[in-house]
């Protein structure tokens, strides 16, 4: 006698289907994160020196795609505090709240440089 397999596809496992939703919500909830770190970025100016995606048309200015998002964290918190007198990063850091800097930072660690 031979035995064929059951006809009726077998279903996903609930935990294998609990880590295909959390990543399509993941996926989703990123999506939503780059959009928001990008309006950020073009309200605060961030994009007329370090590009729409943190790629710097000039070499006077520092690319920031792809940084650690400590180090920008770090970074805007140093100027905002206006820790190096007569940087013209400090007046752009100043308007920034800590969930602005989080945000940004976000945004511009998630890009490609």
Not at 58 to 63: F, H, M
Not at 67 to 74: M, P
Not at 82 to 107: F, H
Request: net charge neutral; aromatic share 8%; charged share 20%.
């Amino acid at each position: 006698m031979i035995r064929r397999p059951p006809r009726s596809t077998p279903k996903p496992s609930s935990a294998a289907s609990d880590v295909y939703k959390r990543q399509l919500i993941g996926s989703a909830s990123g999506a939503w994160a780059d959009e928001e770190g990008a309006e950020l970025a073009w309200k605060y100016h961030c994009v007329t020196c370090h590009g729409d995606v943190g790629v710097a048309s000039s070499d006077r200015y520092p690319n920031i795609a792809g940084q650690n998002v400590g180090y920008l964290v770090s970074r805007l918190n140093y100027f905002r505090e206006g820790q190096e007198p007569g940087n013209q990063m400090n007046a752009q850091a100043v308007l920034l709240s800590d969930e602005d800097i989080q945000r940004l930072a976000e945004y511009f660690s998630r890009q490609a440089n």
